[in-house]
Every structure is written in C-alpha cells, then in structure tokens.
C-alpha cells in the first residue's frame, strides 16, 4: 500500500517563500504530483516528479528525492490567492491510481 | 466549455434512499475515475475506468456501483444511502497510459439526513 504524509497547516506572510513536504512509503513508486484545492474548489495539477530533482514552474517548483522517499512543493514570491490545500499524491507502477497525502491547507497573510 | 462536468453540484437525500451522480469529460480522454473528500479533505480513489471497462476497484461498499456507457462519460450509482456517505464526490479524467495530470470535475456536495 502507500502512505504519504504532509504537515497539515503552514502559515507564511505574502511576499514570503513556503515549502510544503511529504514524505511517503509505497509498494511500488511511478511519480510524485502536486495538486492546488480552493476551498470549496475541485484539485488542481500544478506538478509532477517521475526522477530527481527539481522542476520549476513559473512561482512553483516541485523537488523529488527517490532514494530518500521524499519531495517538496516551493510557492515562492506568495499571493493571497495561494491560500488553499495542497496536494501530495504518488503514481504506483501499476498504472493510472493515485494515491492522495493529506494534504496541507496553507495561508497566507498580510 | 467545462472540461470535466458533474451534475448535480449539490444532493441532499434521506437516508435509505438511492442517488446517481453523473459525469462527462470532454477532453478526449481514456480514462476516468471517482474520487471521495470526506469532511477531513482525505482524497481517496474509488473507481476507474478505461475505455468503459473497469480498471481501479478500491474497497468500497458494494451500494456505489459505477457505470461508463461511454468513454466521455462515468456514472456513479449509490444505493441505501447511509449517513457516511456524506461527503464531496469528485470525477475526474487523464489520458492515461502513463499520462500523469488528472482532471477533476467542480465536485458533488452529497448530504445524506
């Protein structure tokens, strides 16, 4: 089976720089992805890992460490509208399945 | 154009009563799934589809019982509702075969009483 574990709340100023950890134990490892949830909002992909290391896109960037079983979501430059739940979810080998963290509601203050 | 719609958005239901949530997805996309959020935001996989036929089958009562007539669309039936079941209902798509991001549909608020 997977388990993956996030913190469950972090706060940051706006402005500031966060990031977001998870670890995870899985039967079989494919990728780890990164989903954005609005309250009362549906997810939202923002990245993917498949191999190490980082992957930048525009404010996010996601980094992967396979042989620590361990990645991270960095929100740089933050905006009040980053406040939401994020995501971890990891792909086993077998194929389409998800396997979601708990997620971890951020918020951003003035 | 919605890319992953579900209808209804909202359902409040007594318990013991029988509901369906349906899907449509219009990205071209081979594979669907259902999703539950309890209240604690814990997203968990129930079904997938690819192609109509049943792919994904996590331990799930067997009064959900899904339907894909087509590939564009994944239906979920729920049988004697019981008070658990409360909870946001979430379809969503990928390509598949080895496509990662998953498109998910604005979600189905169900209220069983």
């Known amino acids: 089976g997977q388990s993956l574990e996030q913190p469950s709340e972090v706060t940051a100023v706006e402005g500031a720089i966060v990031q977001i950890n998870c670890t995870y134990q899985t039967s079989g490892f494919y990728g780890l992805s990164w989903y954005q949830q609005h309250d009362g909002g549906a997810p939202t992909f923002l990245s993917y890992?498949?191999?190490?290391g980082l992957e930048e896109t525009g404010r996010f960037s996601s980094f992967l460490s396979r042989s620590d079983s361990y990645g991270y979501l960095l929100l740089q430059e933050l905006q009040m509208k980053d406040s939401a739940s994020y995501f971890c979810?990891?792909?086993?080998?077998?194929?389409?399945?998800?396997?979601f963290g708990t997620g971890t509601q951020l918020k951003v203050e003035l | 154009d919605t890319a992953v719609s579900q209808t209804p958005k909202y359902l409040v239901t007594q318990m013991g009563n029988d509901k369906s949530i349906k899907c449509e997805q219009n990205?071209?996309?081979?594979?669907m799934y259902w999703y539950k959020q309890d209240s604690k935001k814990f997203l968990k996989i129930m079904f997938s589809y690819n192609n109509k036929e049943l792919i994904i089958n996590e331990t799930v009562p067997n009064r959900f019982s899904p339907k894909s007539p087509d590939k564009a669309h994944l239906n979920l039936h729920i049988n004697s509702l019981e008070l658990g079941d409360s909870a946001v209902y979430f379809c969503?798509?990928?390509?598949?075969?080895?496509?990662?991001?998953?498109?998910f549909g604005p979600g189905t608020r169900l209220l069983v009483l």
């Open positions: 979810a990891v792909r086993d080998r077998g194929g389409n399945k998800l396997t």
């Open positions: 969503a798509s990928s390509r598949g075969g080895g496509k990662e991001t998953q498109y």
């Open positions: 890992n498949a191999l190490d």
């Open positions: 990205l071209g996309h081979d594979t």
